[in-house]
């Protein structure tokens, strides 16, 4: 069964450094998805991406975040300065919507951890 | 703003239903998820629900849904150990294409 992949599953980073976490959606899904849930809070929606731009973002994505999609399979976040408070499990999910029920399909995870 | 909240654990006995609640507030939420979140896993899409049904059965899995009072619930029949998990709810938010989710309920089965 074909199922979101994300990778590292881990990454420790410095306050300050550059990160990108990677993400191979479900191939034939449209819609794209990260959220992030900081350990014992909800998990939260950072930002949307449909037809190679963003389609919606929460306030949480602000300029340090970006999102590409550089080739036909995979779909990136970067974090350009990591703060203390990006230490999280960011998911990545996709979306064929052409589904009714709208359901999205999330990744394992990457626990990001930045010192 | 729209929130989603739920009991953060139940603990059961193997072989006993398990009864996940939810409450929301978006009442133009058009539809309700339930996703499972095992140990060092993803989140994994377990059953979902449109805002125009009451009640959805999937073998072991009953959810119900109560629109006026905004109550959502995950009924698990004859628990085994394998279904300790947490357990999210999350309404499907239209205006901006997202999930929103409560912080899980993590369910414990004793044998």
């Known amino acids: 069964e074909p199922e979101v992949t994300q990778t590292p599953s881990h990454q420790v980073t410095q306050m300050g450094q550059e990160v990108i976490l990677r993400c191979v959606p479900i191939s034939n899904h449209l819609y794209f998805y990260w959220y992030r849930q900081i350990l014992g809070q909800k998990v939260e929606f950072l930002v949307s991406?449909?037809?190679?731009?963003?389609?919606?973002k929460s306030e949480i994505f602000d300029d340090q975040f970006s999102v590409e999609r550089p080739d036909g399979s995979n779909f990136t976040l970067k974090i350009r300065s990591t703060k203390l408070e990006d230490s999280a499990m960011y998911f990545c999910?996709?979306?064929?919507?052409?589904?009714?029920?709208?359901?999205?399909?999330f990744g394992p995870g990457t626990r990001l951890t930045v010192t | 703003g729209e929130d989603v909240e739920q009991s953060l654990f139940l603990s059961v006995r193997e072989g006993d239903s398990s009864v996940i609640n939810c409450t929301y507030t978006?009442?133009?939420?058009?539809?309700l998820y339930w996703y499972k979140q095992e140990p060092g896993a993803g989140l994994q899409l377990l059953t979902y629900?449109?805002?125009?049904?009451d009640m959805k059965q999937d073998q072991r899995l009953t959810v119900l849904l109560n629109k006026k009072d905004k109550h959502l619930s995950l009924r698990i029949a004859d628990t085994q150990t394998g279904d300790s998990a947490i357990y999210f709810c999350?309404?499907?938010?239209?205006?901006?294409?997202?999930?929103?989710f409560g912080k899980g309920t993590k369910l414990s089965v004793k044998p």
């Open positions: 991406f449909y037809n190679n731009e963003i389609s919606e």
């Open positions: 978006d009442s133009s939420s058009t539809y």
């Open positions: 999350a309404e499907f938010q239209e205006r901006q294409g997202n999930l929103i």
């Open positions: 999910a996709s979306s064929p919507r052409e589904a009714v029920s709208y359901e999205q399909y």
């Open positions: 629900i449109f805002s125009n049904m």
